[in-house]
């Protein structure tokens, strides 16, 4: 049982086809998708848990779970001396012989229960794969202990826009929340939840939008009694549209006011966003602070060579052979080789997993995946091996809002190019 | 993709329910069951393909798949320099967001195909999660490409009565094979596959039983592109019953001959006497050669502390306290605590994956897990985490062949008490 | 730097040669000699360290450090997510070119102050090589802190008898030390030292002898500061002879009271005790707590095989084969072979690093490490690697106190036979 | 002793002061000097014995070992499936209580004898700390055992002006080295080395310039017997003055030829060089082969951000944040900061450890390492930790070609600013 009776497990929600996110998740689900050149995304829940010393980690996989399970365990090794795990889990046939599918993030985690209640974790800790923050959630447990919340929710103030695609709290002067609506469609509801003013002084926030509201963040810590009755007394498949609902009736429910970076990868756009912030001083994720690093699989490469290029607001990651002649305002991940005279402006190029196709695989009959000589690329999304031939021309010529193609999609404007394609020479889309 | 290609990647089936095996496998599937008091079966595959050098390695799983992926995670680790990976593949949704479950071996196998296909490899080597041996596949892969089989079959010698429940193979003087059958009902069928005398001389085996068979071990090496292709041509669900028929019929097979130490978990009875049979000397797996060690999740225990205690023909695991009067004829796993007066014969005590229940889980008032004083106990199979009173007497007193009860049961004659059973003073049976 | 401000950074003092050891320091130093069969000295003090979640370790070596040196780097890996390190610090050649030896616990500290302070450790905490216990550290530094002491003396209640051969500590009522002697001649000086009633009942420690002392166990909690001032001010080359009583003078210096299980392996004769201890129930060191393990270098050898055996309060480690008639009060170190007839008590057996000798090493002509037959070996010590012949008697028969002969030694009346010793059947001593 | 017998150990000697090194060498000892903006010197000659499947190093060291021995124990642990270790052969006390230091190369390995013959190696390879090359030993070690050869010792084809400073070697047709001397003085002696042409005719090296000689790497493939009974024989200290030439006159010595890319790092000059060499494509030590990877301590930083720089011929290392105007010809180490409007030229900069001082160790006292804005940086090499303050010049305003400063030295021509220097606003150079 490892080294000391664990207090929290992580309990982290990586099972949705993402299909928001399609064209990207075709070949990948949304937790297993690259991030900032060299990171996947399921890399920063764990992160966060494993820096909050949290190292007992159940992920919830089911739609192209293979690929998350590898990335997990060529990854995430823990000592004998700290002991912690990261274990996947996915559909199971139980010992009834039933064969049954994950059909919400509820349900998800009610059908694991007898695999996650063999830790001894008095508090669970319920992540999302799929947001970006830099949060130590000891300080959200100690809050949870010390409000004596059965359940605790995570919460950030947003603006309206925002609030009609969120789940909406309610909260009294001890942080209580004494009302919760999912994705609240009146407009009427919508108002009861804006915030009071006493709630921006309270919590030091006058700069921020008045007309606001305290949204949850899917992030939450549950007291091991509470998370088994709750599941059992409501059997809905969500725990946004049902269980938290329940909750907030039913047992303590606190929230515990959050205020710095966070992101959900809702969309193409969010993701295409949330990369490119990372290229600009001081926004976004920190990747930089080395005593909470966001960790992925090492690897052993060397720093990008570069020869003879324009550099703007950019980040160009390991293994990176650059001839290009300018690179303006983009992430050019692992092993990214682009060739002299080209031209790459607000584009995510995710990067390659290794330099050549394995032997057997190989669809390109050349040697190698690059992006050839005297393109111009601007606004994309370059997927993981990918061959861009010379003087390819990705521009969205016909300002297509959105679009499907052989291997090129357009999504709010940004060009996508999924992995395995091979643009020919002289292409221009 | 690592230091090298790969050129073997082993491929391990571990989905099946083992139905043969209940009630061992209420609690657990088939390869995560505990054996030789340290090691759970499915650390044999492993560990012979590890020891092969074949470091990548997929299991295939389904059935309780969770306590197996966490094992195999726990355990094997390896390291940067030259790199492996042991992944689980269990049933996921897939790119059409389809739900399938694996239907038999080759199916399971033909649904996990483009994750295996990322692996280099130019052979796989397919094994069985519930097989026991000491096997250096390096030997089977050079027969395989001297022989340049498309599909290479392990085979032992074996007979009359194991021939009907296994595959069996004719062979020719090359070793090609030229007939192939799965469980031959009929006599005249089987009589067409007993060996020639030409083979035991040539094999060196004349001292075997003449009227032998040349036995399936239900291991194989594939081709790479011949696995491919007979997944694709044979849509049976099964290699035993239909890919290796179709394989014989239209690609260069062979056998592999092998005649040393191979046992298949099949039955309870099988099982019980493959762990007794290792407290005999030199019989059975080897478990000392250290240049090919048995891996299994490393403990940090003290050797058993033995108070007083008669000890005859019996392996007794670390973290033991023995206080018994005689222990005979048995295997005593990890952390078991027997008390004064108690003797155990002729039994497999699986031991205790910790000294305490887990702080929330204990189903036990009392402290700890343990066989009470003065008991006797014979011919009996204890399952972890089982709690027995003094006076308790396990003798199969009516002389069951076979029994259901509550968390005892009975196989073959012998005695079963399942995983969370507590029985209470001066229980008998 | 690693994940966290290092607070506190471990020191353990391993380089001594350990004459009062002899002869078991001939082929290794002294806190890399066996212990409880299968762990080495130094194994204990890491762990404790380890456990109290002080991870960044530097062990100062100097006597055969080489031996030392690979069972730590081979032991002790550290993850990545919770960095640690254990660092063998041995005699260099510094920036001048000087070449430097330690003559002393305080002066090796101070030639390696240079390495040392590269930790931000607010506090360093100093520990000997050679000592056994229990301790969590995280209680010496809270009280350290709360104290506010520059320097905490880890102290236990002693009889008279072992005053003399310790340092002493006398305290006030707040536990700050005002006086300090190290191993007191004058009779009249040690009466000064004794403990009053007072002490006694503080600390509810009534049941012990009244006429005793308090004794430093030579376990340190240095401020940083005072550290670094300290060895500069007081030149002297020992702890216990010089700067403890310059800090005792000069800076605050609190006391630690501990009461627990301790022992200081000084001569022959403690190590085999603290050997022997561990046989018995609930004494000694505790190797059971899985949540404070004591780690050492992990094999994967199957639990003991024992043949036909009346074993009595010993431990039996992984890896043996016992074909004795009898094992009593004894320890039996990892991958001994003891044959049939075989009689042993009260006898401590290092057993071996390997079941057969080196291909090159080899210095037996016979197969293997092992204790023959119809052997009665009473109250010894048997280092690794040693073959004894058939009807062998280690009985010491003379009574020796003391006595050296070749590969034979006689201690306390304990006989040793050391490492690469064979002695041939009918062999008498 | 592992999984199998260890049919290769390699020695490395690590333990020269590197006098032509300095000022490079005040810190550090030479085979750990940063390299490549991400490496130590000492990772190549470890990464190659791995990558050659010789996992048992022994590495020894004595000049500054401390800083190697950490970087060594933090950056290569092996699992337990395919043992190996790195040890770190330091000086120590003996069994007879002497303290000895290493007189030369020769004497190190005599003096670890007793440490180095506890491997089960038949072959040693003996490799030097500091030399460059991407080699496959594995074929080194084949052409060893085909020639049966007592000794075998890589050369490579040298021009005359090296061929004074190196080893030479003269070969039969066989390769059987019939002559060697080391650093010959006299002309005619050197003249009788001069290669034949069969020699470039044989090796197809017709491209190379005809008067070449034949010149020793400094790398030795040694029988083990034939090790032990040179040592013995000839007491002499180093291997290139003494031992080399006894082992060509007494026992069978064969050379191994090899051509690709060696360079040893015997002044700053080829240090400098050898890093500027890795911008440039396609020349110097390949660090891009990911089936032979160097190895290195594991960071998990990000990509460099680049803010607005014209970048060429240049490797910029992870976690750095270049606000550079121009980067050319550089290599730029991890972590490394420069700020707007400067212009850095033909430098090499290490890199940093760490972003900030360590809490107790800051010797700055503003935040963090940096180049400060609008300096000019030309030919120079930055050690480690340095800080320089803006509108700094670094030109070599006086044209020194060697010139000893306060934390600024030159050597033919190239400034070194040392670890630990602060150069103030304004400085000039």
Redesign the interface.
Known sequence: ?????IQVATIILAGG?GTRLHPLT??HSKPAIAY???YRLIDIPISNS??S?F?QIFVI???????L??HI??T???????P????????????Q?E?E?FKGTADAVRK?L??I????ADYFLILSGDQLYNINFQHMVAFAQSAKADLTIASIPILEKEAKRMGLLKIDSECRVTDFVEKPKERERLKTFQLKPSFYKKWKMESIKKNSYLGSMGIYVFK?EALISLLSQDKGEDFGYHLISTAVKKRKTSAFIYSGYWEDIGTVASYYEANLI??R?LEGLN??D???????R???????????????????????I?EAKE?TNSI?GLRSHIKRGTIVRDTVMMGN???MP????GKFTDEDYWIGENCLIEKAIIDEHVQIGDRVKLINKKKHKNYDGEGIYVRDGIIIVISGTKLPDNFVF
């Not at 080395?290 to 992925?296: A, F, L, R, V």
Request: glycine residues 8%; proline residues 7%; neutral net charge.
């Open positions: 049982m490892g080294k000391k009776a086809q075709i070949h900032g050149g060299r494993i820096n010393d190292r996989a089911q739609y192209l779970s293979g690929e399970q590898h365990s060529q995430y090794h823990f000592d004998v001396f700290n912690g795990s990261v274990d996947v889990l996915t559909p199971q046939m139980n010992e012989g064969q599918w694991n007898p695999t209640l063999k830790s001894t091991r990372l290229t001083s990747t930089y080395e005593t909470n690093p966001i960790y992925t090492p690897t052993f490469l060397p720093g990008p060579k570069i020869k003879e290029t324009k550099v703007t607001q950019s980040i160009i990651c390991e293994g990176c650059i690179i050019i997993h290794f330099y394995p032997l057997h695989l």
